[in-house]
């Protein structure tokens, strides 16, 4: 079963409210537009049926015009011969050819009153089949902008931690430069700790070598 279960329910449907409720709106608008032209085209049919019809009622109607016209002339004919009898059948079947035209007539407004409503629910369904499209568009478009706009967060999400990690690791590269370079240059070099220590160091070497310089100069001495 379709979307609409007639034609009316096509012309009155409220689109936007369709496509709101659906699980899938571009798969839904997709349906619609199919069933649409699918109506349209029975539409059409329908059209080009009624006017068939009309065509060959006309050419009916048009027959029996020239039919009564003959059999009225025929009666005259009938008349200037003195044939009353014949030219009364005549007139009779000129009578009969006449109701016929009128029966035909009547059928031929109620094809254009058919042709005329058809007419207009093409309008409609045309109008409605445009507006579905519009609609189709539009959410193609928004997905499509949806998708991209997405990619380009995706990708400048990858690139901002690619470019974090980058700076990262050329910061830390730089620091173990820094730290190389003050480590070379500290290499071969004694610091003013050092230079101090040593001083007190050989400052109590000198005192005990004093110490034990001490009793042998006694010793000279004595």
Not at 71 to 84: C, F, Q
Not at 99 to 120: F, M, P, Q, R, Y
Not at 123 to 143: E, F, H, S
């Amino acid at each position: 079963m379709g979307i609409f279960s007639r034609f009316s329910d096509i012309i009155n449907s409220n689109i936007s409210a369709i496509l709101d409720k659906a699980e899938d709106p571009e798969k839904m608008v997709r349906l619609i537009i199919q069933e649409m032209e699918e109506t349209l085209v029975e539409v059409r049919t329908q059209s080009a049926k009624v006017i068939a019809d009309k065509k060959e009622l006309r050419r009916r109607c048009d027959h029996l015009r020239e039919e009564g016209d003959e059999w009225e002339r025929k009666a005259e004919v009938a008349l200037s011969k003195d044939r009353e009898d014949l030219a009364r059948a005549a007139l009779k079947e000129k009578t009969q050819a006449s109701e016929a035209v009128e029966v035909i007539e009547a059928d031929l407004e109620t094809l254009d009153a058919n042709l005329e409503k058809l007419s207009g629910d093409i309008t409609q369904l045309q109008q409605k089949l445009v507006d579905a499209k519009n609609r189709q568009k539009a959410l193609i478009m928004r997905g499509t902008t949806a998708t991209s706009r997405l990619g380009v967060r995706r990708q400048l999400h990858d690139v901002n931690i690619d470019d974090a990690m980058n700076r990262f690791e050329r910061y830390g590269r730089k620091m173990d430069d820094l730290e190389g370079e003050i480590e070379a240059y500290d290499l071969g070099q004694r610091n003013l700790s050092d230079e101090i220590a040593d001083l007190e160091s050989d400052e109590k070497v000198d005192e005990e070598l004093a110490k034990l310089k001490k009793p042998l100069r006694d010793l000279r001495e004595c």
